[in-house]
């Protein structure tokens, strides 16, 4: 069973990333410290995933650590990478990704594996257009 | 007209029987439609039946048709201010044959009114129910008699002819000869050049009737169609709206021709909104035509309300101020202003004014010793102000921190971090803390088992419960709670005869894990927890309302939201820490009184007798 929540149509939300970006005005940097926090936790996140994947392969933990990198980045409005992971949680969790029931733990730990895939593109692009926004390359 | 003396409308055997309104259980509907002149030609104008009461005015009419309306783009683009209801009459598609009909819509004033279209005395005594104004509106023919015919509305929407509408039935025995204004309508003429005076040719015009805000929507139903249920949606009443092509109101030479001022005329047909001027005198009337002629002939803005010169009628005008017109003008005009100036920004003492007016604030405010005053002037400033509350922000994300720590820290508000549901509770127990923002799913322990954690903590140290009596040495620990059964719900007033076993069950808890027991000088009421949830599922807010939760909200967290739960949240704990208010110790939060909410989910009733403390 696919996951029937579509996936957002832009990269960036910026409804929810131009809030944080103005709190720049308190706190000059604010947004783009965070968002350079948040690349490297990305980056971490993902590793992770894969050193789980390719080692024990807890779902639970891969679940975990989708909740996790997805709650940063539905906060900063990156819609898609947010999306990826929820899904990535859901599957660990074996809420989707059902098809007859049946299905071992591999069968999620590959629909994770993919999903992962997708989530870095989307960070590639989520870079890409941030470096834009900033006027640096992050 | 003497033959009509005797007729009234309650007491005419044609209406009574009609009169099927007062089946309270039959809803009461009027067709409606709007202007047809005025709607784009692209746009859907179907008659609509709205209901109303029978209590309702053709004012609380307009307000249902902007409830039916509402969420169109005609009520966006319009108000309940700006529009008439009434009907297009054509009186002279049909010269001859409707006058027994505009004498049925006019018997009720029949008597009062005099023949001759040069001095109209309308009598304005009545009550408003029956006080239907005649008025002219944007021309000075409409001040020559009018012919305002219901029945012609419907030729036009039907067959020219003898159309065998309700209004054609209703009053035929009624019978004149001479067409005499009529106090039921004010009337507008849609052909504004025009210099004919008299009333065959003012009947040839197609003309505006509408009808008195104030007037009953039952009456003019009545009136107009013999009954409530016997209007078809044919039949439907016009919405005036927006109508931009007016022509200046009145011509000065002509007024004097027709000598008019005695008649009492509410033009307010384009734009009621706009500023009134009550004219009170011919000459003020006068100066007004020239102001309208040769200042600013375009505007239409311009409404003209006309008393007649000797008028001593139940309107709201001192009767001293008859004597010196010129000085009454203005402050008549004010009074009929400012009501009605909606677009006037509010002044600041107006806006202060208002929250005073909470009954809270009053209650709060007379202990604590600042006045009305204060409270006000808490109100005017333009920012928005935050309680003096403590949060505890738990999340195991460190991005999610910096942005919730940010957002407090943008907002002066004090907060605390914790990274999962075991420092989340024992940063809680340090004490101070009035709200909790917290993450459910976290490491360690998840922020529902938190949650709950804190629940039973309060309530093994009974906080939050309403003690009996106060300052009672035992009542210190009145709460008979175990950790494993959690018993409390049932017992929000706590009974003396119980609380002797319980205390010293409770005690004997406390006393063996010292770790449980909580300074009852740090908490003084429940904390309130706002818990984070992930996902929009019914599941994930349930369970977290049922951990003890007050609260949710969605990520991502959208900081209007924030900033909304942490004001009602954080005045309700405000409101709860009043003691330390009466002590002075807390004198800065005032503002923060008045714009609490009233509680809603708070889990315990907050108790006033709670301990004194300061805030750490």
């Known amino acids: 069973m696919p996951t029937s929540v579509p996936i957002p149509t832009d990269v960036i939300n910026w409804e929810i990333l131009s809030e944080i970006v103005s709190m720049d005005e308190d706190n000059p940097d604010f947004s783009k410290e965070l968002i350079i926090q948040y690349i490297d936790q990305a980056e971490t996140t993902f590793a992770h995933i894969e050193a789980e994947l390719d080692g024990s392969c807890d779902l639970t933990q891969l679940a975990s650590l989708g909740h996790f990198l997805r709650g940063s980045s539905a906060a900063l409005g990156l819609q898609r990478i947010a999306w990826a992971c929820e899904r990535i949680q859901n599957y660990g969790r074996k809420r989707e990704g059902v098809v007859s029931g049946q299905e071992d733990d591999a069968h999620f730990a590959g629909l994770i594996r993919q999903t992962l895939e997708q989530a870095r593109l989307e960070f590639a692009a989520v870079r890409r257009e941030l470096s834009k926004f900033y006027h640096t390359q992050l | ?146 012919a305002p015919s219901p029945h012609a509305p419907y030729k036009k929407l039907q067959v020219p002819g003898q159309v065998p509408t309700p209004l054609n039935h209703m009053r035929i025995s009624a019978k004149q000869e001479r067409v005499t204004p009529s106090p039921t309508y004010i009337a507008h003429s849609r052909r504004p050049l025009r210099h004919a005076l008299m009333s065959k040719e003012f009947s040839q015009t197609e003309h505006q009737v509408i009808f008195e805000p104030d007037e009953l929507v039952i009456n003019v139903c009545n009136n107009l169609f013999g009954g409530v249920s016997m209007q078809t949606a044919a039949d439907a009443l016009t919405i005036f709206f927006n109508v931009k092509e007016r022509e200046p109101p009145f011509l000065e030479n002509e007024l004097d021709d027709l000598g008019i001022v005695d008649e009492n005329i509410d033009d307010n047909e384009s734009e009621p909104r706009e500023d009134y001027k009550l004219i009170i005198s011919e000459e003020q009337l006068r100066r007004l035509g020239h102001a309208i002629d040769e200042d600013n002939p375009d505007c239409h803005k311009q409404a003209i309300l006309l008393l007649p010169k000797n008028f001593d009628g139940d309107f709201n005008l001192p009767s001293p101020a008859l004597s010196s017109p010129s000085v009454t003008t203005s402050k008549a005009s004010t009074a009929v202003n400012s009501p009605l100036g909606m677009a006037a920004p509010l002044v600041e003492e107006e806006i202060g004014l208002v929250p005073s007016l909470d009954p809270r604030v009053q209650r709060e405010g007379s202990p604590l010793s600042f006045g009305l005053e204060a409270v006000s002037a808490a109100f005017v400033t333009r920012d928005k102000l935050f309680p ?68 039973q903590l309060e309530s093994l140290n009974g906080i939050g419960k309403r003690r009996i009596r106060k300052r009672q040495p035992p009542s210190r620990t009145n709460s008979s709670t175990k950790l494993s059964k959690r018993e409390t719900p049932h017992r929000k007033v706590v009974s003396e005869d119980r609380n002797c076993d319980e205390e010293a069950e409770t005690k004997a808890i ?100 709670l301990s004194k403390g300061a805030d750490p």
């Open chain 2, 388 to 455: 003096r509350i403590n949060v505890l922000i738990v999340e195991d994300n460190v991005i999610n921190q910096a942005i919730l720590g940010s957002f407090l820290r943008k907002h002066k508000i004090a907060y605390k971090v914790a990274n999962n549901g075991r420092e989340a509770v024992d940063k809680w127990k340090e004490g101070g803390m009035h709200l909790i923002l917290m993450d459910l799913q976290l490491p360690l322990l998840s922020g529902v088992d938190a949650a709950k954690e804190i629940r």
């Open chain 2, 510 to 609: 406390l006393s063996k894990d010292k770790s449980k027991v909580l300074d009852r000088n740090l908490f003084k009421a429940p904390v309130i927890i706002v818990a984070l949830t992930a996902s929009n599922s019914e599941s994930d807010k349930t369970e977290a309302l049922l951990a003890g939760c007050n609260d949710y909200l969605t990520k991502p967290v959208n900081l209007d939201w924030l900033s909304n739960k942490i004001t009602e949240w954080g005045c309700m704990q405000a409101l709860i820490d009043f003691d330390s208010w009466n002590q002075g110790q807390r004198k800065k939060s005032t503002g923060s009184l008045a714009k609490s909410s009233a509680p809603s989910r708070l889990p315990a009733a907050p108790s006033k007798t």
């Open chain 2, 1 to 146: 007209m003497t033959d009509k003396l005797t007729l009234r409308k309650s007491k005419s055997p044609l209406l009574v029987p009609r009169n099927q309104l007062l089946h309270s259980s039959v809803p009461l509907k009027v067709w409606v439609k709007l202007d047809s002149k005025s709607v784009q030609p692209t746009d859907i104008n179907q008659p609509i039946a709205i209901e109303f009461e029978e209590s309702d005015t053709v004012d609380d009419l307009k307000n249902h048709i902007f409830s039916r309306l509402e969420n169109t783009r005609w009520a966006l683009e319009n108000d309940a201010a700006g529009i008439c209801i009434g009907f297009w009459c054509g009186c002279s598609l049909n010269s001859g044959d409707n006058s027994a009909n505009v004498e049925a819509l006019k018997e009720p004033w029949q008597d009062s009114i005099s023949g001759s279209p040069k001095s109209v005395n309308v009598d304005l005594c009545r009550g408003p129910s029956t006080a239907w104004q005649l008025s002219r509106a944007g021309s000075p023919r409409a001040a020559a008699p009018l």
